[in-house]
């Protein structure tokens, strides 16, 4: 599969402009593991290659255990193994994203705000919905994953 645009070419002021919404949320108060493991599973969710790829490798940077990251797409089943901010913060980035699916729940929404402040559940939302749109686009205009490019 090969690249169909280099939209960051093309449309330099837009993808600044969801450069400043990154910056915004890499800045807020939620924990960088915490935001990448959620787009690690709105990424899986997405089938997005380049973002999946992205984020593992992040995550290994920080510290994370391989075990952990094989087991983000069934966090529910994984025991102790996440604690109970990143459960949320999971089960919070699957609602939103299957939206259409879900119409994020009233019992989704109180399960998160159980766990996250007003301001760090809207935060979350924030990076959940960016990511959501990193994906679209990376699948869109199909950006190569870096694992592809080593090869």
Do not use: M, S
């Given at each position: 599969m090969s690249k169909r645009l280099d939209y960051t070419?093309?449309?330099?002021?837009?993808?600044?402009?969801?450069?400043?919404v990154y910056g915004y949320v890499m800045n807020c108060d939620l924990s960088p593991v915490l935001v990448d493991l959620v787009y690690l599973r709105v990424s899986q969710i997405n089938n997005c290659a380049y973002c999946l790829d992205m984020?593992?490798?992040?995550?290994?940077?920080?510290?994370?255990?391989?075990?952990?990251?094989?087991?983000?797409?069934?966090?529910?089943?994984?025991?102790?193994?996440?604690?109970?901010?990143?459960?949320a913060a999971l089960a919070w980035a699957e609602s939103v994203t299957l939206v259409a699916q879900t119409g994020v729940p009233d019992a989704s929404y109180e399960a998160a705000r159980a766990v996250f402040n007003e301001r760090e559940l809207v935060d979350l939302t924030i990076a959940i919905s960016l990511m959501n749109t990193y994906n679209r686009m990376a699948i869109s205009f199909r950006n190569t994953p870096q694992a592809v490019m080593e090869e």
């Open positions: 070419q093309i449309a330099p002021a837009g993808v600044k402009a969801l450069g400043g984020h593992t490798r992040d995550l290994l940077k920080k510290g994370v255990k391989v075990e952990k990251l094989a087991l983000v797409q069934a966090w529910r089943e994984a025991g102790h193994l996440f604690d109970d901010r990143e459960r």
